[in-house]
């Protein structure tokens, strides 16, 4: 199957900081999608992203499916950021692969 | 718009026990996915439904789990007897192709004792 690598594994920011969470990719993909886990585990939509850019907020989302990664950026961080960051990828052959996660803590 | 609902969504159980999770999906989605998370990993992909057929359950350890979907829409996943390495969070998601994006429901976790 794909794998799909993310990093950094771990990262702690100051709230107002900016950071950037990365997702490579080992194979095409026919779409890719941004979630982030919240602390009681659920797992919400950021972006459906299969390639180019999106802005939702203080965040935004670039893929490059021809050289096979992504790139979530966080501005502005705030406390209610923290949780898992995962990147999951739709193969050519219809089957999702998630990410290994980021995992991202923002204190005050 | 409703979202994907679950149930139950804690179980605790012995090992041998048999367990069954509830998934229905948003209404309109023809797919439909569990996925199984251990602690401190990503969701791992069990079976994918399109409408009441199985189109991928190459994962699913078919010695002791089972899924259905019959009437194309609700859903549920048994273990039949679980084990101790089953204590998870057990995911449903739908989307309304396979190839769209896919919503998730707040999970069940199972702990077995």
């Known amino acids: 199957g794909i794998q799909v690598e993310q990093s950094p594994p771990d990262l702690i920011l100051q709230e107002g900081a900016n950071s950037t969470l990365r997702c490579n990719f080992s194979?095409?993909?026919?779409?890719l999608q941004w979630f982030h886990q919240n602390p009681w585990g659920q797992l919400i939509n950021l972006f459906y992203i299969p390639s180019g850019t999106k802005q939702n907020g203080r965040l935004s989302a670039t893929t490059v499916a021809t050289e096979r990664y992504s790139l979530l950026y966080i501005s502005s961080s705030q406390t209610t950021d923290s949780g898992v960051y995962f990147c999951a990828v739709l193969n050519t052959g219809n089957q999702f692969y998630f990410g290994t996660g980021t995992s991202l803590t923002v204190i005050p | 718009e409703a979202g994907v609902a679950q149930s139950p969504r804690y179980k605790i159980i012995e090992k041998r026990q048999s367990v069954a999770f509830w998934c229905n999906p948003i209404s309109g989605h023809a797919t439909l996915y569990w996925y199984q998370q251990i602690l401190g990993q990503g969701p791992k992909l069990l079976i994918q439904f399109q409408n009441n057929g199985v189109v991928d359950d190459s994962q699913l350890p078919k010695d002791r789990f089972s899924a259905e979907r019959l009437k194309g829409v609700d859903s549920t996943l048994k273990i039949q007897p679980a084990k101790l390495e089953d204590s998870a969070v057990y995911l449903c998601?739908?989307?309304?192709?396979?190839?769209?994006?896919?919503?998730f429901g707040p999970g069940t976790r199972l702990t077995v004792l």
């Open positions: 998601a739908s989307s309304l192709a396979s190839w769209g994006e896919q919503f």
């Open positions: 194979d095409s993909v026919n779409n």
